[in-house]
């Protein structure tokens, strides 16, 4: 337990700063405090280690679906089938940006269950969705950023707390950022910060990361290496039911009258 304290994180706003200057600042060249940060990261993450061991199944979800001719009396029609093999695994070197990947290096994201697989893909009414089982083809090591999800923030506005303190302060907003849902008009450069926190994980000899799902009941688990699972069985899904939950932010208002909505007339009124 020593080292953790040899590497203490600078303040409880460190990932706060980090992130700032990854997005604003230097991206690929770190600077000392940067490299302090990190440092701190990997000590710190060493009681976050977590396995997953070979011949666990995991779940993979895509949107969409193939379709096969089935010979029905003497004709064929088309019925939908989910995707093949290679489809339902990304293909090398051809990413596109994501929360824990750069563009152009590919990474497995996969989900500990099939609900919280289909559920990241955002699927709409009627949809299909290809879901593959993958099996673990050896024992991973991962890093867990799952313990802190959708906690409070804890600020301190006067003095920095103690170490330990400071710690679980940095680890919450690391947690909160891996979590943070992808959206397509998100700016490339909000996922920089955790690309360049699992990259230098990686290199540490980490496997992949582990993070709670926003949209499911379940986790998400990154693996580095998409070689390390492989298909054992795909299956066809259609949406039957999406639902929205909706919470208004306070005093986010373009005015403060408020106005009661107008009846919505049909048709061409009469001249008078």
């Avoid at 955790?194 to 009941?217: A, H, M, P, R």
Wanted: charged residues 30%.
């Amino acid at each position: 337990m020593l080292g953790i304290w040899m590497a203490p994180f600078k303040s409880y706003r460190s990932y706060q700063i980090f992130e700032w200057k990854a997005k604003r600042g230097n991206r690929f060249i770190h600077d000392s405090e940067t490299l302090a940060f990190l440092k701190a990261v990997y000590t710190t993450s060493k009681e976050r280690e977590m396995s997953v061991l070979k011949n666990n199944v995991l779940w993979r979800a895509q949107l969409g679906n193939d379709w096969r001719d089935v010979k029905v009396d003497d004709d064929y029609v088309e019925e939908p089938c989910p995707f093949e093999k290679k489809r339902m695994k990304p293909l090398l070197n051809m990413s596109t940006e994501g929360r824990i990947n750069p563009k152009g290096i590919s990474y497995l994201y996969i989900a500990s269950d099939k609900e919280t697989a289909m559920s990241e893909v955002r699927p709409w009414l009627n949809s299909y969705i290809s879901v593959g089982q993958f099996i673990i083809l050896k024992d991973l090591r991962l890093i867990d950023c799952s313990f802190n999800f959708k906690k409070d923030f804890r600020i301190y506005p006067f003095n920095e707390p103690t170490p330990k303190k400071r710690k679980e302060a940095v680890w919450l907003d690391i947690d909160n950022a891996f979590s943070k849902p992808v959206n397509p008009s998100d700016n490339i450069a909000d996922y920089v910060p955790t690309q360049i926190l699992s990259e230098f994980l990686k290199t540490k000899g980490y496997d992949g990361i582990v993070y709670k799902s926003t949209l499911g009941e379940g986790y998400n688990v990154v693996l580095f290496d998409i070689n390390t699972a492989e298909l054992i069985n795909c299956f066809l899904y259609k949406t039957k039911h999406v639902s929205f939950d909706f919470e208004k932010e306070p005093n986010q208002y373009f005015e403060q009258k408020h106005y009661k909505s107008k009846k919505i007339e049909r048709g061409n009124k009469k001249d008078k």
